[in-house]
T-cell receptor
Framework: GAGVSQTPSNKVTEKGKYVELRCDPI?????LYWYRQSLGQGPEFLIY????????DSGLPNDRFFAVRPEGSVSTLKIQRTERGDSAVYLC???????????FGQGTRLTVV | AQSVTQPDIHITVSEGASLELRCNYS??????LFWYVQSPGQGLQLLLK??????LVQGIKGFEAEFKRSQSSFNLRKPSVHWSDAAEYFC?????????????FGAGTRLAVHP
């Protein structure tokens, strides 16, 4: 596609449920990032993929959060046993390589009720 | 630790007036610096970036920013604001390490433009 695509755009889930958020990066981009933006804050880094491997997952807040990128393209962010504090906009970005611009998707707004 | 501070949470200017959004960073090495804009319901769009060289950087939509190492600042400027510039602006420092770019963002400055 022309840009980074994230689905769904909005997700409402009940506390304790499991959710998956999907990111389709720009075709050919090897680097993929997930960020989380809480209300009134700037985005915070969660995880970085180079190809299929998670090269840096230091931003994942706890073991309820996990992300995969099995074929080096689409990525899924998975959140188990969701909590109200997980409510935020989850942003995905991709780039073509080192020292290059990261292009962001429009995000998935997750609301845990 | 690396950090970015945007001292102004909210700024209001009149259309046609000049604009300066402040950004201060804390980073041990030579920083890679960015300004992004986020309109309601939209993703982050890169306005401009500084990697090296000329400390005055030109971006899209008539924006520019100046890197001042002595002040650890990277302020964003525009000589004449348009109503369509109303949005949230984020300054970020890029930590390039091991071949990738981890961005540390400030909390953002929300810009309102009066007609």
């Amino acid at each position: 596609g022309a840009g980074v695509s994230q689905t769904p755009s909005n997700k409402v889930t009940e506390k304790g449920k499991y959710v998956e958020l999907r990111c389709d990066p720009i075709s050919g981009h090897t680097a993929l990032y997930w960020y989380r933006q809480s209300l009134g804050q700037g985005p915070e880094f969660l995880i970085y993929f180079q190809g299929t491997g998670a090269a840096d997952d230091s931003g994942l807040p706890n073991d309820r959060f996990f992300a995969v990128r099995p074929e080096g393209s689409v990525s899924t962010l998975k959140i188990q046993r969701t909590e109200r504090g997980d409510s935020a906009v989850y942003l995905c970005a991709s780039s073509s390589g080192e020292n290059t611009e990261a292009f962001f998707g429009q995000g998935t707004r997750l609301t845990v009720v | 630790a690396q950090s970015v501070t945007q001292p102004d949470i909210h700024i209001t200017v009149s259309e046609g007036a000049s604009l300066e959004l402040r950004c201060n960073y804390s980073y041990g090495a030579t920083p890679y610096l960015f300004w992004y804009v986020q309109s309601p319901g939209q993703g982050l769009q890169l306005l401009l970036k500084y990697f090296s060289g000329d400390t005055l950087v030109q971006g899209i939509k008539g924006f520019e920013a100046e890197f001042k190492r002595s002040q650890s600042s990277f302020n964003l400027r525009k000589p004449s604001v348009h109503w369509s510039d109303a949005a949230e602006y984020f300054c970020a420092v890029g930590m390039f390490s091991g071949g990738y770019n981890k961005l540390i963002f400030g909390a953002g400055t929300r810009l309102a433009v009066h007609p």
